[in-house]
């Protein structure tokens, strides 16, 4: 088990959009429950409502009324997301994507992908915002030139294998 400097048990968080990823500190806007067999492990079970807020304001007759402050919804702008690369067996970048949940993402390709079985070899960078790994995804499409790309690879067509 790991420990903290201190020597206490570090506390990991489940991923919300990935399960199989872990943090040392929760996610903003999630709800977490301890896990019944995992020590230290909180997995993700809700994200937090978005409610009015009530104040309670005391009226002049000694009764109380509510004045609602709606909380604003978060955009998906700031939910993070990961780009990804995929590649061959011998190192050659086939299609670089983006998605809030990567795993689910390549399960669509492997379905409908003529290309999946060449895959060997992921990598993933996760970005604070979408906005973010949107243009990190067309910068890397740009400069890296995926096999399988088309948009912001220069070609309105699939290239030919």
Known sequence: MFRTSDGGPIQMYEDPYDPIVSYSSPMAGWLYARHPKIPDYWTAVAEEPTRDRAEETETG????????????????????????????????????????????????????????????????????????????????????????NIQHNGTDVPPKV
Do not use: C
């Not at 604003?72 to 998605?99: F, H, K, P, W």
């Open 61 to 148: 007759q000694g009764r109380r009324s509510k004045k609602t402050n709606r909380k604003a919804r978060v955009s998906d702008d700031s939910v993070r997301t990961a780009l990804y690369r995929i590649r061959n067996a011998d190192g050659e970048l086939l299609y670089v994507g983006i998605s809030a949940k990567p795993p689910q993402r390549w399960g669509q390709h492997a379905a409908d992908k003529d290309w999946w079985p060449e895959v060997a070899g992921l990598s993933i960078e996760w970005f604070d915002s979408k906005t973010e790994a949107l243009a990190m995804e067309a910068r890397a499409i740009r400069t890296e030139r995926p096999r399988h």
